[in-house]
Antibody, heavy 118, light 107 residues
């Protein structure tokens, strides 16, 4: 059974960098496509991007170059960094897996609320 | 980006009712669409993939179908545990985009 778990600070100051980690069990981070998704307080879901050990990363252009997703194969984890955050980045952040490039998201983490506030 | 227009945004129904939710894609996406259910405070869970394939463990009352660029999720007989919010997600290309969601409430 594949399981994902988000971790990181729940509060980030405006203009700083949001950093989250997703720990994966039951699957190898060296395979598949590992995604970040966020859900605003209003409820809408937004795909942030993915990383793949063999095929690199791909990000949502809406985030205008502020995002980086990377993998740590030694820990079977992947991470999200979002720079220059504002209150609009306040959301529940989910990590999720897609089996392949063309596949939908099958396994999700439980989600983590990150608030941007001074 | 592909736009996914989901309707209705909410609906009220009774246990045993047949419920239909629709997502329309702004361009052709083949069968590259999934449906998710989300309960308050929980992550979305996949119900349907590739437009009409039932996720393992999901009850057969959930049915996905496609007609051109319009996709439908039908719950044939609504059960108490089905009151939740439902989202569609296309997986045709990147960026992936979701529908706006449909909240199914108890009448």
């Amino acid at each position: 059974q594949v399981q994902l778990q988000e971790s990181g600070p729940g509060l980030v100051k405006p203009s700083e960098t949001l950093s989250l980690t997703c720990s994966v069990s039951g699957a190898s981070i060296s395979s598949h496509f590992w995604n970040w998704i966020r859900q605003s307080p209003g409820g809408g879901l937004e795909w942030i991007g993915y990383t793949s050990y063999s095929q690199g990363s791909n990000y949502n252009p809406s985030l205008m170059g502020r995002v980086n997703i990377s993998t740590d194969t030694s820990k079977n984890q992947f991470s999200l960094q979002l720079t220059s955050v504002t209150a609009a980045d306040t959301a529940v952040y989910y990590c999720a897996r897609a089996r392949g490039y063309f596949d939908s998201l099958d396994y999700w983490g439980q989600g983590m609320l990150v608030s941007v506030s001074s | 980006d592909i736009q996914m227009t989901q309707s209705p945004s909410s609906l009220s129904a009774s246990v045993g009712d047949r419920v239909t939710i629709t997502c329309r894609a702004s361009q052709g996406i083949g069968n590259d669409l999934a449906w998710y259910q989300q309960k308050p405070g929980k992550a979305p869970t996949r119900l349907i993939y590739a437009a009409s394939n039932l996720q393992s463990g999901v009850p057969s009352r959930f049915i996905g179908s496609r007609s051109g660029t319009e996709f439908t999720l039908t719950v044939s007989s609504l059960q108490p545990e089905d009151f939740a919010t439902y989202y569609c997600l296309h997986n045709f290309n990147y960026p992936r985009t979701f529908g706006q969601g449909t909240k199914v409430e108890i009448k």
